[in-house]
């Protein structure tokens, strides 16, 4: 478990299951994070079962904990990961109620050091859309540098959409 002031990410339990199947399954996030069907609950049981070891799975979701509340406020996840090159792709995601507190940023920043030190990274780099305002304020804040633009990238509401590249050097 990794501890900031006000957040704790920790490993996915099966009682998260219930929580990553609504998650999973809102179509509004679907654009975000590349899904177009629904999971199914055995699927995310599985997936919590069997996802233990970040250099063998070349993924790893941290659940992001709200202290004061003592409630699950969202998740990290760092996936695509190459040994050879000791990168990955990261993303965050927080339930509504929750943004725009500061806890996003907090969460990022803990997790960038837990990548540094413990998983020996050398970089993350994520994929915002473009008109994801609030995603990219939080990464450039964390110190992610903007290095390109793939135009027309994702389809969305039946309309194409650029993807915005950015990078962190650990």
Same mark, same amino acid.
């Given at each position: 478990?990794?501890?900031? &002031? ?19 399954n809102e179509?509004?996030?679907?654009d ?26 070349k ?7 709200? &202290? ?13 990961y190459?040994p ?31 990548? &540094?030190?413990?998983?020996?990274l ?5 994929h915002i859309?473009?008109d994801?305002?609030?995603s ?6 964390a ?6 633009r793939?135009?027309d990238?994702? &389809? ?15």
């Open positions: 478990m990794l501890q900031e &002031k006000r957040v704790i990410l920790r490993a996915m339990e099966p009682g998260d299951v219930e929580l990553l199947y609504r998650w999973e179509p509004e996030v679907w975000i994070t590349g899904t177009f069907a629904p999971v199914s609950r055995f699927a995310l049981e599985q997936y919590v079962m069997n996802s233990n070891d970040f250099f063998s799975s993924q790893l979701r941290l659940m992001i904990e709200e &202290k004061k509340h003592q409630t699950t406020i969202g998740s990290i996840d760092i996936f695509d190459s050879l090159h000791r990168r990955a792709e990261i993303g965050i995601i927080i339930i509504r109620e929750f943004r725009r507190k500061g806890l996003g940023k907090e969460s990022l920043m803990l997790a960038l050091r837990y990548v &540094k030190e413990t998983l020996g050398h970089q993350l780099y994520c859309h473009a994801n305002k609030n990219i304020a939080l990464f450039k804040n110190g992610f540098r903007f290095v390109g793939k135009k990238w994702v &389809k969305e509401s039946g309309n194409w959409k650029d993807v915005l590249f950015y990078q962190i050097l650990l």
